[in-house]
């Protein structure tokens, strides 16, 4: 079976799997919901998380078998560390192509979404007639690997306001179930899914002064591609 997987919690991952699919006619899936464990062809576009693998990413990869992948990482043009090398090394999987796509940070409401589909061009040819790469390795800051996840807690605050009715979508949509009428436990990640999940918009962000004046460095807006 061929397809696109993608892993979003804010839609930038999404829409790039959605050209994809659209240009080689495959069929996309969601790996949260994914029930195949093999395929031949697989696109899987998933968003860089302080500089690491979002765990998800790594679970499916774990257990599924691929002939040929394509790992496109998205990046919210601040550093995209090491992520596609750390794939090839841990999982061994023959990679046929590889990008890192610039684009709208989950947490700065003001980015811009990545529009240069264009030069995603050659990855669609190359997955047409696929052949092993080997990736580079790339800069990743050695203080990533540094408890990532109560990083991301610590640096940002979800609140719900006035307007949640006690639906509970944002508990049925979070990737880690870390949510529960409005309220996040210990367990969440800060993927925002459930920000954007809310249909009363009822959750609302605080971003604290570190992760403030971190998001404020200079950006980098380069799209790498290895085919
Ligand atoms: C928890 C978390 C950590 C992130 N870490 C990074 C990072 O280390 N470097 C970066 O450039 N962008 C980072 N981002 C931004 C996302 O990689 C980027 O916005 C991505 O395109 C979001 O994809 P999605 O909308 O498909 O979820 C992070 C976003 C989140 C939610
Ligand atoms: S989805 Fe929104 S309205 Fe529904 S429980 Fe969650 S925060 Fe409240
Ligand atoms: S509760 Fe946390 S982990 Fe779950 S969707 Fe919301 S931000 Fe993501």
């Known amino acids: 079976m061929n397809a696109v997987a993608f892993y979003s919690n804010t839609g930038q991952s999404r829409s790039v799997a959605e050209y994809f699919a659209e240009q080689l006619s495959y069929p996309i899936i969601n790996i949260e919901n994914s029930s195949d464990d093999h395929y031949e062809n697989l696109v899987l576009v998933f968003p860089v998380h302080c500089q690491n693998v979002p765990d998800i990413v790594k679970a499916f990869l774990k257990t599924t078998k691929i002939k040929n992948l394509t790992v496109i990482a998205t990046y919210g043009r601040m550093c995209c560390g090491n992520v596609l090398r750390e794939i090839q090394n841990r999982y061994r999987q023959s990679i046929v192509a590889a990008a890192y796509v610039p684009t709208k940070h989950s947490y700065l409401a003001q980015d811009s979404a990545f529009s240069d589909y264009d030069k995603l061009r050659p990855i669609v040819e190359k997955i047409k007639t696929p052949a092993a790469i080997i990736l580079p390795r790339l800069y990743k800051n050695p203080l990533a690997n540094l408890f990532p996840k109560w990083r991301s807690r610590v640096g940002l605050k979800i609140f719900k306001n006035a307007n949640c009715n006690g639906c509970n979508a944002c508990g049925e949509n979070c ?39 971190y998001l404020r460095k200079k950006k980098s807006d380069q799209l790498i591609i290895y085919t």
């Open 175 to 213: 990737p880690l179930k870390a949510i529960c009428e409005g309220v996040p436990s210990s367990e969440c990640i800060r993927c925002l899914k459930c920000v954007t999940a809310c249909p009363r918009h009822a959750l609302e962000i605080k971003i604290r002064l570190p992760l403030k004046l």
